[in-house]
C-alpha cells in the first residue's frame, strides 16, 4: 500500500518537473521577445526566477521520493531473504542459562 502511494507520489512528481522544464524555456524565450523588441523584462525575468526555484522544490520532492522508494525496495527485499518458520513467525533463540547481570540490569529499567 505505501509503495502505491510513493509511486503515485513519484509519478506526479516527475510530470511536474518536466512542466517545470517547458515552463522555464517558455519564460526564458519570452525574455528574449521583450529584449529583442526593447521592452522591459524585469517583471518577466522575477517570475522565471520564482519558475526556477519551483522546479528545483520539484526535483527535491522527486529525489526524496525516490529514496523512499529504494528504501522500500530494500525493506521488501530484506524480508523475501529471511528465514520464517512454517506459522510465518520467526522463533526465539533459547536461554539455556539465566545471567545474573543481565538480570540486574533488567531490574534498574
Not at 500500500?1 to 515552463?23: H, P, S, T, Y
Not at 522591459?40 to 526524496?64: N, V
Not at 530494500?74 to 513467525?89: C, D, F, L
Amino acid at each position: 500500500m505505501r509503495r502505491a502511494l510513493v509511486l503515485d507520489d513519484l509519478d506526479r512528481a516527475e510530470r511536474q518537473v518536466v512542466a517545470g522544464k517547458k515552463q522555464i524555456t517558455e519564460q526564458i524565450e519570452f525574455i528574449a521577445w521583450l529584449a529583442w523588441f526593447g521592452r522591459d523584462a524585469t517583471g518577466a525575468k522575477a517570475l522565471l526566477r520564482q519558475f526556477e526555484g519551483g522546479l528545483a522544490r520539484h526535483i527535491a520532492d522527486r529525489e526524496r521520493l525516490h529514496a523512499q522508494l529504494t528504501y522500500l525496495n530494500e525493506i521488501e527485499a530484506s524480508r523475501q531473504r529471511q528465514p520464517r518458520h512454517k506459522s510465518g513467525v520467526q522463533e526465539m533463540p533459547a536461554f539455556d542459562h539465566f545471567d545474573p547481570q543481565v538480570g540486574a540490569a533488567l531490574a534498574k529499567i
